[in-house]
């Protein structure tokens, strides 16, 4: 789930879902897209939430939210566990039924290590943050401490120093990024730049991931056009001309943002789940931890280094708190329990292995599924005697008592062919090796690495809500996102339409093989 403030003034909630169907086939469906009215708190986001859960019936079936980092999630899920408890007398965790978007978490180590000066610092741009009557993220609080330089006027008003003199003040890529917006800025630069390059150079963008590393990955293959944009506009940019050292300093930047900008991507790959989490800042560690000895002698980088470190260690930590993430690692086909053997300290292994019997101790005993306690019915059947005495003589070992985790993170990894552990467990050998491990695999692997479908629908309602379109009520906008997601996700086979009193099936009445409608 995540909120976004729309062109026409009003904030939505998106509350999207993924989810194993009976037919052992993901699915993901938009659930809502309400306005959030008057306040964005977290506790005045709980009553959209349950108006959804009553919509859909969900109150038994809800698993985990994935959001950001923002603490009105946290309040928000603190009030949704009163609400269920008081409506259907369910007892629903806020902390270890919250999993935060991996792509945040990436982003703001990312804001860490290119604008945060000291620990001090971070610490109060994130507590900043953390205000639930604020809107400012830490990515906001960071950008203000580079601009925080001012002056009196004669009226007695703060007043922020030159914007770009602020961002020179970070070195390098504050110069590029003046130059950016130095190009951007005017259509008479930008053809310049047009002539020179042919194409765009971009700019950063505080909201969106990765940006910096794209706009550090389009200048740098452009380091020829850049220079003679200088040297064509050297009056004008005469303090933001990158010199040789600037150009290292850039070419360094991007080649240690490289494992950031991956990360994320693989992330948002179709159906990528929660096991990538941990493994991806496994990796983002190591990446810190060799840049450290890369970059000893210099001082700037290894202080940016650890503030990026800093931040990642934090959202590591706060990891703890929720026993899915080295769970989904131990159910991995591929991973089980040898990565953590390899790759974790020995005194993190118990924790880890401890949370996961936690959440296995709410499966282990549960009824199997229907279809496979259909088939044990039928081969339980009466024995004839010479059955009887072929089962005493069986030299298999009994596999009653098996403890189905221990047998399966024990196991040695193998390679599957499967694109996701989600595949793999939804295949019916699993099913019926691990009737009801298999079920604990389904919940897990169903959780999503990022809130970025909420932010996909974001996107799509945005170019919904045309300048000519500024008059479509909140209430119809929530209507065509919801059904449009439906059936980009085939969850829609016909749609009936009124026209003149007559009730028309776009997909064709006759075709039962017709292909969905698009709806935009």
Known sequence: MDVWSSPQR???????????????????????????????????????????????????????????????????????????SQEYGISFDPVSSRTRCAGHIINLSLQAFLFATSEEALQAAMEQAQDEASDVTVADALHDQVHSSTRQTTHGKRKKRNDTAGWRSIGPLGKLHNIAVFIRNSTVRNDAW????????????????????????????????????????????EADILTHDD????????????????????QQMEWASIDQVLENMDILFMQFEDAKVKYAD??????????????????????????????????HPEKRRRYLDRHWPEEWRQTA?????RLWAKYKDRPLASESASRLRNERGEATPYERIKQSMSVLDKTDDEDELEKFVESAPRHTTTKTPLEWWCRDEQRMEYPRLHQMALDIFSVPAMSDDP????????????????????????ELQCLGNWVKNDLIRKLYVAVDDEIIDVAGADDESADPPVLY
């Open 247 to 266: 150009w290292q300093v850039l070419k360094m930047t991007h080649e240690f943002l490289q494992p950031f900008h991956q990360a994320t991507l693989e």
């Open 10 to 84: 009003k904030a939505y909630i998106a509350v999207h879902a993924q989810w194993v169907d009976e037919g052992y086939s993901p699915r993901k469906a938009l659930l809502g897209l309400p306005n959030l009215r008057r306040s964005h708190a977290g506790a005045a986001m709980a009553p959209y939430l349950m108006r959804i859960i009553r919509r859909y019936s969900l109150a038994h079936r809800i698993g985990y939210f994935t959001g950001d980092n923002d603490t009105k999630n946290d309040t928000c899920l603190r009030q949704l566990a009163v609400d269920l």
């Open 194 to 237: 047009d002539d020179i390059a042919g194409k765009a150079l971009g700019i950063d963008n505080i909201t969106r991931w990765n940006s910096w590393y794209k706009l550090l990955d389009a200048a740098i293959s452009q380091e020829g056009p850049l220079s003679i944009l200088l040297n064509q506009f050297h009056n004008e940019l």
């Open 353 to 357: 292995i401890n949370g996961a019997r």
């Open 298 to 331: 210099n001082a700037r980088m290894v202080n940016s280094v650890h503030m990026g470190w800093w931040v990642l260690a934090k959202y590591y930590a706060e990891s703890d708190k929720n026993p899915v993430y080295a769970t989904a690692l131990l159910l």
């Open 455 to 478: 932010e996909r629908v974001f996107s799509c309602a945005r170019r919904t809500i045309s300048w000519d379109r500024a008059r479509l009520s909140a209430d119809t906008i929530e």
